[in-house]
């Protein structure tokens, strides 16, 4: 892995950000810029970084295994999974069907929309305040970026245009898989969602997954292992809406997108890789980071297969 | 038709009220008395009544077809048609599978919640004071009962509880199946469903549309034919819950059913019957009212078909 | 009524064939004329035709309702609801998504293929071919007509063609809800529905079905009056697919319609009618047919409700 | 790993047996022991065996990942694709609902039954006899046993109760979902379900898969390296019926469960694993089979995460 590599990379993947879009659900997200792609790789010893890497984006869906791991953390393996399923899933993003149509009568999993509301509600915290301030916390703690910041134009946005995920909330609360009040469960989950992070952030957080949980640099186990690699169990299974078994069988990397055009991804005791290209699939992962990821994989071996 | 007959069946079936339970989802509803059990049947000439008639219940589900009505007259055909589908259904009152799993991407038809939320919220008011003043006064017109009034007990413990609901709503603001307000169209529904009613409300209801909309004591016309003919169509086809198709064979009367145990009957040109037992299956429907019904139907050969 | 006003129905909804198209999905059914529309009406006393009345087709899902009768007949009602439910459903003809998830377990009715193929395999006989001609006898008896056939080459290209409902019947096979030997009961449903009739057979048996299973003429109880009586609500509530809410609204008469054009119609205490127009819509119903029952219906206020 | 640890794993995990049941759909499986449990697991330089590892039983779903494989080899990646899909699901092995409420009208992935048939049906050969020997064949290559056979009354049995794979048969052909005859494809299906197996024969062939295809004694690339690790995503995502979730997370390794209590494991680039346990949990997968996988897993660090 070099420099030179990663720059020939953006400049032979950058064409394919012409055949997607960006997301355009929330009036926010429509300025990102379509042609844009970055990327930044970490393992051990180095950084690489290349194209728009250092632009900022917000984290949306790649938060998903973060705050499961904070949730976990908080409240134990065993809660957590008695209100969130364990199973893959190819679901749309924003599908309601699976909820009813499964006699289990919980999320499927924590990677989709409802799985994520349930474990944002399970956040400790006095008041949404404090819940906030964690999970940002761990968020700079394992990204080492203490700036990261809520983008309050994107969750006010999240916020006001959000009525399918209140739909779900209402339902979750409705069949006992959200705690407290879901109003607030909603509104930690948009602030999570709204967070602004670039590639290198994306990236120092996949390595810490690649390492289960061990900041490298300093010795300290920042994440249960355990966790950890239940998070990249997530990531590998149901990380990229529907196209994650696709994805698992061309890329084979354990890897969370989000419609703000991020994927973390995390190559176990190796690297983490952040990649940002806000144009869209209809799948609602970014076109030019997923080929490019591929390519990354075959050229590395980075397949866990 | 006479008292005397109508005793004798209340008599015959008051012990079919041990097979239910009174309906249990808001803590109001529990309070009502389970081996409660009255009727009223009017027509051009007569009223007769027997067992608990005169009590006042919450009218719940059977509010739909007047409120639909209301929607029609206020709005027209085309505008309801637009958001709410015709067709009928044996769903569960609060399932909320279809609405994805249809490609029409709307509430199936007005007599199951989703499709009444929508209905609810395209009554006409500059407010919903207004707006349930209007449907008040349109409950008094037909019932030619002045004192309606909503419990206000019932309402404040159905918005309280009414997580499903409000989910359904969120849902169908997404799908642009409500107008307005998503939280001020739930309490109209709410409002609507928490109205107090006696078994004589409901068979004078019922016998309006019976004579398709016209009031015959004073040849007023209170609602166009058409839409009388509506509302009796849907309350065939979906008015009796997922036991609706049941109901139309062994009674074939178009009939909707409350979990406040109400049910109005309309036998066209002849009956407007109102039915009181709280007492449910495990449908929501009274059941000893629809053994009523039965027997009733068949000894007054009253089955349209 | 009178020959002249039919004469000019057919003249003025004639060009709504043009809006349709004939059945493409087996072979067969594709040599129809676009272009045929065809009537006939008879009450009590008269016998009305206009149009191309006289022309043959396969009877197919109109078929439906009929053998359901002498299955009960056969059978009993009991053992009938025992493996086919009563609920109306607005499904698309060839649907199989509700076999599963309904908790009931069985079809929803015998109006759609599921129900149908099921009840079928009720038909006493000691094989196939007594009970092909125990439908037939049924179906001449009613329609006093001794030449009625099964069209043989539309029954092979329907065997041939049909691995959708065999899909089915397999399914109903495992779920207990066929008797006997499965490719039998489908070789018997085809057969069924390959029967060749035209609208005055049609109207005929719509008329026994109007008169609650009598024959006027000879004063013959030829269908117990309980059997003719689910007959019409199966028809009211589910006879047209998935347009059946909107035809209950819109016309108000039970009737079944066929892919090979056909409606038959029972207006209860009064007529009995037959339409033949194979233009279908995308719902499976003759365009042209359906709005001329309409227009029918309000001149003669037909409808039930 | 020695044969001494795995002699006490099998004596701790032995008594789990009787928290499950043999599989009952078939009259042959009823005839397994219950208490049945045995284990090989073989890496470059040994085999190490311990409990029942010799004793017979049927492959079951465990061929579907083979027979995947030999249809990569016949017809190409893109051929494959395009009839069946990639992703994963927590679907119950015998589920049908998918098929059509999935947009994309194919089976999701080739690990349930719909996408297995298919599968099968793309096998090449000039006839079934053909083709059946072209997969025995190919399971005696990878499993270097010569004396493997199809267990006749297993194949008769499977025959004779498969109507809800012959249901999901004739639906894949109606979505031209199979190639060539139904029934003959449904015998392939069941005749490669009813090889007889032991555990050494599942470690063998799991170790190809470990080594990417290679027979690391011979040198011989007997499977291109890209098909062997499309086998291996599949048996991670969705390999254990619908707990696959919850092995991946719990166990970590790529495997085939099959109701015969077979299961084969995959650790890439180390050990090939067979696991023999009739008992089976509700989801159809090995009681203590799957218990002992978690153990062993977490003892030897197996974990691909």
Redesign the interface.
């Given at each position: 892995m070099d420099k030179k590599y990663l720059d020939s990379i953006i400049k032979e993947y950058k064409h394919y950000t012409i055949e997607g879009q960006v997301a355009d659900y929330i009036p926010e997200l429509k300025k990102m810029e379509r042609c844009d792609l970055g990327i930044a790789i970490i393992d051990r010893d180095n950084i690489f970084t290349a194209g728009e890497w250092e632009k900022k984006f917000t984290i949306q869906s790649v938060s998903k295994p973060i705050v499961l791991i904070l949730a976990l953390m908080d409240r134990g393996e065993d809660k957590i999974f008695e209100l969130v399923?364990?199973?893959?899933?190819?679901d749309p993003f924003n599908?309601?069907?699976r909820?009813?149509?499964y006699t289990m009568n919980k999320p499927?999993?924590p990677m989709i929309n409802a799985g994520a509301i349930s474990i944002s509600s399970l956040i400790k915290g006095k008041d949404n305040e404090e819940r906030l301030a964690r999970i940002l916390n761990f968020f700079r703690l394992l990204s080492d970026n203490e700036s990261l910041e809520v983008n309050q134009d994107v969750f006010k946005s999240e916020k006001e245009t959000g009525?399918?995920n209140?739909?779900?909330?209402?339902?979750l609360?409705?069949i006992h898989c959200i705690e407290g009040d879901?109003e607030e469960a909603l509104d930690l989950y948009f602030m999570q969602c709204s967070i602004e992070v670039n590639t290198l952030d994306l990236a120092k957080i996949g390595l810490i997954l690649a390492n289960d949980g061990l900041n490298i640099n300093t010795g300290e186990q920042l994440i249960p292992k355990k966790y950890a690699?239940?998070a990249?169990?997530?990531m590998?299974?149901?990380g990229m809406y529907?196209?994650?078994?696709?994805f698992?069988?061309d890329v084979?990397i354990?890897s969370k997108s989000g419609v703000g055009g991020g994927i973390m991804s995390s190559v176990?005791q190796r690297y983490g890789i952040g990649v940002f290209g806000p144009s869209l699939n209809k799948k609602g992962n970014s076109v030019a980071g997923m080929r490019m990821l591929e390519k990354i994989s075959k050229d590395y071996e980075m397949?866990?297969?």
């Open positions: 399923g364990k199973e893959p899933t190819g599908s309601m069907v909820l009813e149509t499927l999993n009525n399918r209140r739909s779900l909330a209402y339902f609360k409705d879901v690699k239940i990249k169990t997530f590998l299974t149901c529907d196209e994650s078994g696709k698992a069988i084979g354990p176990p397949s866990i297969f």
